[in-house]
RNA sequence: GGAGGCAUAGCUCAGUUGGUUAGAGCGCUCGCUUCACAUGCGAGAGGUCGUAGGUUCAAGUCCUACUGUCUCUACCA
């Protein structure tokens, strides 16, 4: 039996436990077998669990044992992402509280720690995830750095690199000088920053003539190799060719030509720094311009910054100002609002460097990345998302996957010491290929931490070792995670399983928001407003989070998580908990009967038949990925139908005194309920699977039972629709009697005239749900002052004696009248306008005349009632 | 600059091929220790669905423009 009160923390990591011992998450890879897959994004081993992951693992969690329930052979495959920049980053900030420099360490001494890191931060959010209920497969668990994963990053850079879509090159990329390291365009954030138009000029050798332009960025003047202008702007045509002179560096540059310079912006003239700039990057390859690096990777001006060599960059950009202004050559200073690209791990401020790194061509991936969305082949949930992912492969530049650091994939390549040659090979080489030279070295960079990422659902499920796993669950069903990884995963994703596999990574990708705090911020440490998952599992447990973060949410949209939310998710399992101890007190030690055998009461016929209903709904919301109405759709059932009526409608019969009615109705409870419980489970598999064990007849574990399907041998449209028309009467007499304050309490007597005979078999109903003492199915005596209750099966009359008003009785009528006579006018005109009687589906017709009719008879009964009361 | 979201009850939000009297939770008012639950029960009040047009028999839902707001993306020195 039940405890009398709900408390998850008594049994859900017990029941977790359980299912563990069972085996339930493990499915054997069958190969041809309809199967569902889910591979979870990995988390970083840098952090511990936060609210997203607890939405994203509710999210999947809800799916897999919903499709499990179904009958597929179904797959949730956990991991863990080694996070190359973040790991190395929180590692270097522990060394430094050490007072250890980690080139002090070396590189083995480093990642002997780093995997003394993974050890243990690893392990310690794989322990968190289990205390959300998540089913998935721990059997399978991978690594990004594991022998699978590395294995797959090999091969598939040595393929790339093979057919020409890996290559080394100097280009310009994003530099982190707290980093080190060059990071990938989708690594910077950019945030808009108060700064400075610095205008001044370079002047011809002869004196004459100087060029005026605006920089924000002063102190790369220093590498300056031209000043540009618009070939079509009359102001400049007669410099062109000319050149003129740097300050401090005295270099000699020319002025040339070119169409990226936009003529109405500033003075029409830009200075040119190719080794610090895309643009003029770009410029620069046009112009075949000299590359000048003027800064070191630390963010400090280099030899060729002449007199600023050694300073800090913005120390360098004072003091060239400063100078500047002295020799009287500064024209301008503006205040000026630019957009400023931010480290996305320490926030530092990136600087556009010159550099050698690795590239992914991207042109040839993203076309076949870009048909298969487009072809159907991955569906976006919401469609929205595909437009974003569209937008951005659509515009896509080389990916640099090179990192400076050393926790990571190394890059497969080396280079001969002799020759010169470029290695790259499945297995480590020993010797050069082209020149046998024994002196060969390894590239010193690691990979990008996306770049093992993307390989993830191929990875893990061992497409490079042509595994059963892959076999069986490849492509994966489903992909779920927040929108703001759709460029760094879930594009990337696309992209190398359809060039390693030909294949899609996945069918379905459910994108879910960032979840905020009350006041709609999001979740920040330096803001101390993020809720713990752990701690908010150890008090109200697992089935209300998830449950809080799935109920009434749209797909893709952010999500409030705020406290009056978790509490009436708490109470709606407090509910589910006592309407089951409810069904199991008074169902204890009872026989029951086999459904199809009962003898229903209309309340059963209705219950059963609004199961079927809600049992509908709740599967095609499910097969359509929006988990939040359905289970809103499931809330509303359990409270407002289940609860609310169906439990008090068959009180009078537990209590009353026919055993087989009572062993019938116990019988339609515990189906109800069961198929409650079994509908409710993939959303909170916890209270579920704890009351399903205690019901009568259960089988091992609710998570293994069918999912429930429509019965169409109990489904019973007509006696339904009575059901609602008394739920409709009681309504409106609880309201009379609330109106005319009789005491709740207070046992009275109702006169009841039927319009259809089948409401006599209400009788108990009406005298439990009104509080009766008496419902008498015949009109009011004469003389007796009563207020009426007008319905279409039936019309009540309660007598109320002295406190009978008759202007607020007649006030009352009148305003139902005015709603109803609203109605059938609304519905006349509709059946009076042909374009709807032609045009619309006949369905629509037929319920339009229903309509009408029932307020015609509405309306007739309270006119009656009117006359009566002058 | 480009793209997208949002705008519905006091608050937070649902409302998916256009189709019953637009819903929920919280809050509010009134009343209840009714034997599953006061984490509860009953009854209510509260919305011209941002503005203006358009398409349609029919628009909260589709189209156009506008206003407000948020986000992503690019980045002009």
């Given at each position: 039996m039940l405890d009398k009160t709900y408390d998850p923390t008594q049994f859900e990591s017990k029941l977790y436990d359980f299912w563990m011992d069972k085996g339930y998450f493990t499915p054997k890879a069958e190969i041809g077998k309809p199967y569902f897959s889910i591979v979870s994004p990995p988390p970083n081993i840098t952090g511990q669990l936060h609210i997203g992951h607890g939405?994203?693992?509710?999210?999947?969690?809800?799916?897999?044992?919903?499709?499990?329930?179904?009958?597929?052979?179904?797959?949730?495959?956990?991991?863990?992402?080694?996070?190359?920049?973040?790991?190395?980053?929180?590692?270097?900030?522990?060394?430094?509280?050490?007072?250890?420099?980690?080139?002090?360490?070396?590189?083995?001494?480093?990642?002997?720690?780093?995997?003394?890191?993974?050890?243990?931060?690893?392990?310690?959010?794989?322990?968190?995830?289990?205390?959300?209920?998540?089913?998935?497969?721990?059997?399978?668990?991978?690594?990004?750095?594991?022998?699978?994963?590395?294995?797959?990053?090999?091969?598939?850079?040595?393929?790339?690199?093979?057919?020409?879509?890996?290559?080394?090159?100097?280009?310009?990329?994003?530099?982190?000088?707290?980093?080190?390291?060059?990071?990938?365009?989708?690594?910077?954030?950019?945030?808009?920053?108060?700064?400075?138009?610095?205008?001044?000029?370079?002047?011809?050798?002869?004196?004459?003539?100087?060029?005026?332009?605006?920089?924000?960025?002063?102190?790369?003047?220093?590498?300056?190799?031209?000043?540009a202008v618009n070939p079509n702007d009359p102001r400049y045509t007669h410099l062109l060719g000319k050149t003129v002179i740097v300050p401090f560096v005295n270099r000699e540059i020319p002025v040339i030509a070119d169409e990226y310079v936009d003529m109405n912006f500033g003075t029409g003239a830009v200075k040119i720094t190719p080794a610090h700039d895309p643009n003029d990057f770009e410029v620069g390859v046009r112009h075949n311009l000299p590359v000048i690096r003027v800064m070191n990777d630390d963010g400090t001006m280099n030899e060729n910054a002449g007199e600023f060599a050694g300073l800090d960059r913005y120390e360098a950009r004072r003091r060239i100002v400063d100078r500047l202004r002295e020799m009287g050559r500064l024209v301008k200073v503006e205040a000026h609002k630019h957009n400023v690209g931010t480290c996305y791990r320490c926030h530092t401020t990136v600087e556009p460097i010159v550099s050698r790194q690795w590239f992914v061509k991207m042109q040839p991936l993203a076309e076949p990345a870009i048909r298969a969305v487009r072809d159907g082949e991955i569906t976006f949930h919401p469609e929205r998302f595909a437009k974003t992912y569209f937008n951005w492969m659509e515009n896509i530049k080389d990916w640099c996957i090179s990192r400076q650091l050393w926790w990571g994939h190394r890059i497969p390549v080396w280079y001969?010491?002799?020759?010169?040659?470029?290695?790259?090979?499945?297995?480590?080489?020993?010797?050069?290929?082209?020149?046998?030279?024994?002196?060969?070295?390894?590239?010193?960079?690691?990979?990008?931490?996306?770049?093992?990422?993307?390989?993830?659902?191929?990875?893990?499920?061992?497409?490079?070792?042509?595994?059963?796993?892959?076999?069986?669950?490849?492509?994966?069903?489903?992909?779920s995670c927040g929108y703001d990884i759709i460029f760094f995963w879930v594009a990337r994703m696309i992209f190398s399983s359809l060039y390693a596999t030909g294949q899609v990574p996945f069918r379905h990708v459910l994108m879910h928001g960032i979840v905020r705090d009350e006041q709609g911020r999001k979740m920040s440490k330096s803001l101390g407003n993020g809720v713990d998952p752990v701690e908010f599992i150890d008090k109200y447990g697992t089935d209300t989070l998830r449950f809080a973060l799935i109920n009434g949410v749209a797909n893709g949209s952010d999500i409030r998580f705020a406290p009056d939310k978790i509490e009436g998710t708490r109470n709606f399992m407090n509910k589910v908990w006592n309407a089951s101890r409810f069904v199991l007190l008074n169902a204890d030690g009872k026989q029951l009967t086999d459904i199809a055998k009962c003898r229903l009461t209309l309340a059963d016929k209705w219950i059963l038949t609004r199961l079927n209903d809600t049992v509908t709904e709740v599967t095609d919301l499910l097969e359509k990925y929006e988990l939040g109405m359905a289970a809103q759709t499931l809330y509303d059932f359990v409270w407002s139908e289940f609860c609310d009526w169906y439990?008090?409608?068959?009180?009078?019969?537990?209590?009353?005194?026919?055993?087989?009615?009572?062993?019938?109705?116990?019988?339609?409870?515990?189906?109800?309920?069961?198929?409650?419980?079994?509908?409710?489970?993939?959303?909170?598999?916890?209270?579920?699977?704890?009351?399903?064990?205690?019901?009568?007849?259960?089988?091992?574990?609710?998570?293994?039972?069918?999912?429930?399907?429509?019965?169409?041998?109990?489904?019973?449209?007509?006696?339904?629709?009575?059901?609602?028309?008394?739920?409709?009467?009681?309504?409106?007499?609880?309201?009379?009697?609330?109106?005319?304050?009789?005491?709740?309490?207070?046992?009275?007597?109702?006169?009841?005239?039927?319009?259809?005979?089948?409401?006599?078999?209400?009788?108990?109903?009406?005298?439990?749900?009104?509080?009766?003492?008496?419902?008498?199915?015949?009109?009011?005596?004469?003389?007796?002052?009563?207020?009426?209750?007008?319905?279409?099966?039936?019309?009540?009359?309660?007598?109320?004696?002295?406190?009978?008003?008759?202007?607020?009785?007649?006030?009352?009528?009148?305003?139902?009248?005015?709603?109803?006579?609203?109605?059938?006018?609304?519905?006349?005109?509709?059946?009076?306008?042909?374009?709807?009687?032609?045009?619309?589906?006949?369905?629509?017709?037929?319920?339009?005349?229903?309509?009408?009719?029932?307020?015609t008879e509405l309306r007739r009964q309270l006119l009656a009632r009117l006359d009566e009361l002058q």
């Open positions: 939405l994203d693992n509710a999210i999947m969690d809800t799916v897999v044992r919903f499709k499990r329930m179904q009958g597929f052979n179904t797959l949730w495959l956990p991991g863990t992402d080694h996070a190359s920049i973040a790991t190395e980053v929180k590692i270097v900030e522990q060394l430094k509280k050490e007072g250890i420099d980690k080139h002090d360490l070396g590189r083995e001494g480093f990642l002997a720690r780093a995997w003394q890191w993974k050890e243990k931060y690893g392990g310690r959010i794989v322990e968190q995830l289990k205390k959300l209920g998540s089913s998935c497969d721990w059997s399978r668990l991978a690594f990004t750095m594991d022998d699978k994963c590395s294995e797959a990053v090999r091969k598939q850079f040595v393929s790339m690199y093979r057919k020409g879509l890996i290559y080394r090159g100097n280009r310009i990329i994003n530099w982190c000088p707290v980093c080190k390291t060059a990071l990938s365009d989708a690594e910077v954030e950019y945030s808009e920053q108060d700064g400075h138009l610095w205008h001044y000029g370079y002047t011809t050798p002869d004196g004459e003539t100087t060029v005026v332009f605006a920089t924000t960025r002063p102190e790369t003047m220093l590498g300056d190799t031209a000043v001969c010491d002799d020759c010169g040659a470029e290695i790259c090979e499945e297995t480590d080489p020993t010797e050069c290929p082209n020149c046998g030279s024994k002196h060969i070295h390894q590239d010193e960079d690691v990979l990008d931490t996306w770049f093992s990422s993307a390989l993830w659902p191929i990875s893990t499920l061992g497409f490079y070792r042509d595994s059963d796993d892959f076999k069986a669950f490849f492509p994966t069903s489903v992909l439990i008090e409608f068959t009180k009078p019969v537990l209590y009353g005194t026919d055993e087989n009615a009572r062993r019938d109705t116990l019988s339609v409870l515990c189906y109800v309920l069961d198929a409650i419980l079994k509908l409710l489970h993939p959303f909170a598999p916890c209270i579920t699977e704890q009351i399903y064990q205690a019901m009568p007849n259960h089988a091992e574990s609710i998570m293994i039972q069918p999912f429930p399907t429509k019965r169409t041998d109990l489904d019973f449209r007509d006696d339904a629709r009575l059901v609602e028309e008394l739920k409709d009467l009681v309504t409106k007499v609880r309201n009379i009697r609330s109106e005319y304050g009789v005491a709740p309490s207070k046992r009275i007597r109702l006169y009841v005239e039927v319009t259809d005979e089948r409401i006599r078999e209400c009788d108990l109903y009406l005298v439990k749900l009104c509080n009766l003492e008496e419902a008498v199915f015949a009109p009011a005596p004469d003389g007796e002052k009563t207020v009426r209750a007008v319905g279409t099966a039936a019309a009540c009359e309660v007598p109320l004696g002295d406190l009978v008003d008759k202007d607020k009785e007649t006030e009352r009528i009148r305003k139902e009248l005015d709603n109803v006579c609203g109605e059938i006018a609304r519905a006349e005109s509709k059946l009076a306008n042909p374009g709807f009687l032609e045009k619309a589906p006949a369905q629509l017709v037929d319920n339009e005349r229903a309509k009408l009719a029932k307020f």
